[in-house]
């Protein structure tokens, strides 16, 4: 989104005379028309337990040792290690009947990413690749889809596929540890700057250099390995533009902020996805990992919990209090669940049959928890969603076709969601 100048800041500050100047200035935000939906997708790596976080079992043995609590939606209850989404669950929507067949990390992650399982030949997209191909804007600077800490991904659950480079995520912040004390909580994205000794004008006149030697070599050998060699370099060169990289310095942001995000590698990732929208970047994911709690479950759920909690809420109110809410969807979701029994190292397995994502902001009817799983969780036993389903879900909540056509590299034309997928109706606004 283009930025509020000075004028449009103070007519909005003039207009708020004896109150506060953030609600006008979130309205002025909201009603921008050059603002188009983003989406921010909370991905958490492993597979997060259901029971444990948004379909407890308070009254089975399958329910473990958490309490369930009360959130802002009346009848709807979460675990109690997830206090602070509680509360802004009137913005929140879960999904509680997931019903899908991959139980393997890798296949599934491709799966819920691309919304297709593997086939041989053809190079499926990442949801995120066709977000930035329908709303990139062509002059902008910042790319089009950013993942921030990814983890357990392989090389195609990140892949732009057959929409090329152009859609590939620009990755931040992609080793060091979950919970490093550098000051922009470790996601930096590299070579931004210029070498030591490198003065502007230098740099400038090396790159024209480059693009007149390499000017003819592109133009006799015509194809996708040019086009993408091409389209990589004019990014880069973009995004070392002082406005890009601006976007990437968590120091402009007040510390109380950045302490109620958590100063660890989620929290600050989730701030910076805010800054990124807030920008005009619409589509960014933020990896959370260390859901796949075979053994010691409990403990480890508890921790992941206090990283996510104050994050995710924190950034539901940022975003509201910024006007941009009603245009950013975010989405909480893993490669599938774990099983509501128990084994006997205390921990939860792999389990696509019955499963939670989460979905809020723009585009999305709050305030509500769709579907049912059986009282021991094993089984769906209303309103069955597949990944498909969830996808056109998206598709709608942020305003784009899912039946739009892509030609794919088998020249055969793929659809954006499979025909089969149908969107939640419940959950839309």
């Known amino acids: 989104?283009?930025?509020?100048?000075?004028?449009?800041?103070l007519r909005a500050s003039a207009a708020t005379a004896g109150a506060s100047w953030l609600p006008a200035l979130a309205a002025r935000a909201a009603d921008d028309p050059a603002r188009k939906r983003a989406c921010i997708v909370l991905w958490m790596a492993g597979g997060p337990t259901q029971t444990d976080t948004f379909d407890p079992k308070p009254d089975h043995p399958n329910g473990g040792p958490f309490k369930?609590?009360?959130?802002?939606?009346?009848?709807?209850?979460?675990?109690?290690?997830?206090?602070?989404?509680?509360?802004?669950?009137?913005?929140?929507a879960i999904v509680r009947s997931m019903a899908t067949k991959e139980g393997d990390h890798g296949?599934?992650?491709?799966?819920l990413r691309t919304g297709n399982s593997p086939q041989a030949g053809i190079d499926f997209p990442t949801f995120g690749a066709l977000v930035?191909?329908?709303r990139t804007r062509p002059d902008g600077d910042l790319p089009g889809y950013v993942s921030i800490s990814p983890r357990g991904f392989g090389s195609a659950s990140l892949s732009a596929g057959f929409l090329g480079s152009r859609h590939s995520p620009l990755v931040v912040g992609d080793s060091g540890s979950e919970y490093g004390a550098e000051e922009n909580g470790g996601l930096r994205v590299e070579n931004l700057g210029l070498p030591p000794g490198i003065s502007a004008r230098r740099a400038d006149e090396r790159r024209s250099l480059l693009e007149e030697t390499e000017a003819e070599f592109l133009t006799?050998?015509?194809?996708?390995?040019?086009?993408?060699?091409?389209?990589?370099?004019?990014?880069?060169?973009?995004?070392?533009?002082?406005?890009?990289?601006?976007?990437?310095?968590?120091?402009d942001e007040k510390s109380e902020l950045r302490d109620r995000y958590g100063r660890n590698r989620f929290g600050q990732g989730c701030l910076l996805a805010r800054r990124l929208v807030e920008r005009g970047v619409p589509f960014v994911e933020v990896t959370l990992g260390g859901w796949?709690?075979?053994?010691?479950n409990f403990a480890q759920v508890k921790g992941l919990c206090g990283t996510l909690d104050p994050a995710w809420a924190t950034l539901v109110t940022d975003l509201k209090d910024r006007g941009l809410l009603e245009t950013t969807t975010v989405v909480w979701m893993?490669?599938?669940?774990?099983?509501?029994?128990?084994?006997?190292?205390n921990g939860r397995d792999h389990y696509p049959n019955a499963w939670s994502v989460v979905l809020g902001g723009g585009?999305?009817?709050?305030?509500?928890?769709?579907?049912?799983?059986?009282?021991?969780?094993?089984?769906?036993?209303e309103r069955p969603v597949g990944v498909t389903d969830l996808l056109a879900t998206v598709c709608h909540a942020i305003g784009i076709d899912p039946t739009k056509q892509n030609m794919s590299n088998v020249n055969r034309p793929i659809r954006v969601v499979d025909p089969s997928g149908k969107p939640v109706k419940e959950v839309l606004a």
Do not use: C, W
């Open 292 to 296: 796949d709690t075979h053994d010691n």
């Open 68 to 92: 369930a609590i009360a959130t802002a939606a009346p009848g709807v209850q979460v675990a109690e290690h997830l206090p602070l989404v509680a509360k802004q669950m009137k913005h929140l």
């Open 220 to 251: 006799s050998r015509p194809g996708a390995a040019s086009e993408s060699h091409l389209s990589a370099y004019q990014r880069a060169v973009r995004l070392m533009k002082e406005s890009a990289a601006k976007a990437f310095d968590l120091s």
């Open 132 to 134: 930035s191909n329908e």
């Open 1 to 9: 989104m283009p930025s509020l100048d000075r004028r449009r800041f």
């Open 107 to 111: 296949r599934a992650t491709l799966q």
């Open 363 to 381: 585009g999305v009817a709050g305030g509500r928890a769709v579907g049912r799983t059986s009282k021991d969780g094993m089984s769906v036993e």
């Open 334 to 345: 893993g490669e599938f669940g774990r099983t509501p029994g128990i084994n006997p190292r």
